[in-house]
């Protein structure tokens, strides 16, 4: 059974660095790429970033490209979010997703979801 949990948000101030981890449980060839979605009070769920877990495929949103870094650690199975220079427009829920490839992700066709974990970014 396929299970993504991530951790690390908080309320944080403009400028600010945060990170973010989803930890995978029983990874399968559905789980090969992997990707992280915002999805803001009132707006639709919106693209981040995905890729391999070898780094292959690696794709940023417009929004956070220079800003935030997506890596992961194949052995410990776990990915990561580097947030830097957080900005209030960066405020919201943040969710880990897993698909077969980056492709499918990159158009929010995830075969498996975490619940979030809340990031706020507020002076």
């Known amino acids: 059974q396929v299970q993504l949990v991530e951790s690390g948000g908080g309320s944080v101030q403009p400028g600010d660095t945060l990170r973010l981890s989803c930890k995978v449980a029983?990874?399968?060839?559905?789980?090969?790429?992997m990707g992280w979605f915002r999805q803001a009070p009132g707006k639709t769920r919106e693209f981040v970033a995905a890729?391999?877990?070898?780094?292959?495929?690696?794709v940023y949103s417009d929004s956070v490209r220079g800003r935030f870094t997506f890596n992961a650690d194949n052995a410990g199975n776990t990915v990561y979010l580097l947030m830097d220079y957080l900005k209030p427009d960066d405020t919201a829920i943040y969710y880990c997703?897993?698909?077969?490839?980056?492709?499918?992700?990159?158009?929010?066709?995830?075969?498996?979801w975490g619940r979030g974990t809340q990031v706020t970014v507020s002076s």
């Open positions: 029983g990874r399968t060839f559905s789980t090969a790429a």
């Open positions: 997703a897993a698909a077969a490839n980056p492709g499918l992700l990159r158009s929010l066709s995830a075969s498996f």
């Open positions: 890729s391999t877990w070898s780094g292959d495929g690696l």
